[in-house]
């Protein structure tokens, strides 16, 4: 069985909950860490990480591993986050946004939202506040809930969108992404070309492509998983191989 990371558990020791104030959003907060973004197109960059406490797929407990996989949520059996409420906290956008420019002191401009699912709880007011203090915001999405339902209208949005879906194409309802990453063997590409099509184009030397990743999950499958990541890309070069470069680096 795969280890559950942990990040940032002091938080709570740290920080108290911000004051309950009518109309305002606390967001519940696992960890606040400054480390490198280890995937995709962003791989090796400096940035903030917020863990969001809580998820759509399963409960990040042990005792509902294999319950919430049964349902489906094949992601259940292999999830290695710690996403669960104890040690968060809860945090006002102003006391959010400030805990993580000071984690970022010194020049980290990327503000990574991850859980869990961040959309559960991440909105305009939140995006807003880290722009505020000069970040660039992107977000880690299983794609289950719409930008238009968590942040309003496109101004609101996110900078930079990474969706990784956990289940069928669907129910994969984000309007867009920047990022596809299907975590092979559980979610393949034949799956999701439908997914793939809402994939934003990017300008990579003198042509425009898509960031298509196929990632090998981590765990007793990790050699099964690699090699059939690396067939699926040489089948079809729109897909390129992503590896966690941070665990590779080991840092967390």
């Given at each position: 069985?795969?280890?559950?990371?942990?990040?940032?558990?002091?938080?709570?020791?740290?920080?108290?909950?911000?004051?309950?104030?009518?109309?305002?959003?606390?967001?519940?907060?696992?960890?606040?860490?400054?480390?490198?973004?280890?995937?995709?197109?962003?791989?090796?960059?400096?940035?903030?990480?917020?863990?969001?406490?809580?998820?759509?797929?399963?409960?990040?407990?042990?005792?509902?591993?294999?319950?919430?996989?049964?349902?489906?949520?094949?992601?259940?059996?292999?999830?290695?986050?710690?996403?669960?409420?104890?040690?968060?906290v809860r945090l006002s956008a102003e006391a959010l946004a400030a805990e993580v420019g000071q984690t970022g002191a010194g020049g980290v401009d990327l503000v990574v939202l991850t859980?869990?699912?961040?959309?559960?709880?991440?909105?305009?007011?939140?995006?807003?506040?880290?722009?505020?203090?000069?970040?660039?915001?992107?977000?880690?999405?299983?794609?289950?809930?719409?930008?238009?339902?968590?942040?309003?209208?496109?101004?609101?949005?996110?900078?930079?969108?990474?969706?990784?879906?956990?289940?069928?194409?669907?129910?994969?309802?984000?309007?867009?992404?920047?990022?596809?990453?299907?975590?092979?063997?559980?979610?393949?590409?034949?799956?999701?070309?439908?997914?793939?099509?809402?994939?934003?184009?990017?300008?990579?030397?003198?042509?425009?492509?898509?960031?298509?990743?196929?990632?090998?999950?981590?765990?007793?499958?990790?050699?099964?998983?690699?090699?059939?990541?690396?067939?699926?890309?040489?089948?079809?070069?729109?897909?390129?191989?992503?590896?966690?470069?941070?665990?590779?680096?080991?840092?967390?």
């Open positions: 069985m795969t280890e559950i990371q942990t990040h940032d558990v002091g938080l709570a020791r740290r920080l108290a909950d911000s004051p309950r104030e009518a109309g305002a959003t606390r967001y519940a907060v696992k960890s606040v860490w400054r480390t490198l973004q280890g995937e995709g197109a962003w791989a090796g960059r400096p940035a903030v990480f917020v863990r969001f406490v809580g998820c759509n797929m399963w409960t990040g407990y042990e005792r509902d591993r294999e319950r919430d996989a049964a349902r489906g949520h094949a992601c259940a059996g292999f999830c290695d986050t710690d996403f669960t409420k104890e040690e968060s859980g869990g699912e961040p959309l559960l709880q991440a909105d305009a007011p939140l995006i807003d506040a880290l722009h505020d203090r000069g970040f660039e915001v992107a977000v880690e999405t299983n794609g289950t809930v719409r930008l238009a339902e968590a942040f309003g209208g496109p101004e609101g949005w996110p900078d930079w969108i990474v969706c990784s879906p956990k289940l069928p194409a669907r129910q994969t309802v984000i309007e867009v992404a920047d990022e596809l990453k299907l975590v092979v063997p559980a979610y393949q590409p034949d799956a999701y070309a439908e997914v793939a099509d809402r994939v934003r184009p990017h300008r990579l030397g003198t042509r425009t492509r898509r960031y298509l990743w196929v990632q090998p999950e981590d765990g007793p499958r990790l050699a099964e998983a690699t090699r059939l990541a690396v067939r699926l890309a040489q089948a079809d070069p729109r897909w390129r191989v992503s590896v966690q470069t941070h665990k590779i680096l080991d840092v967390d």
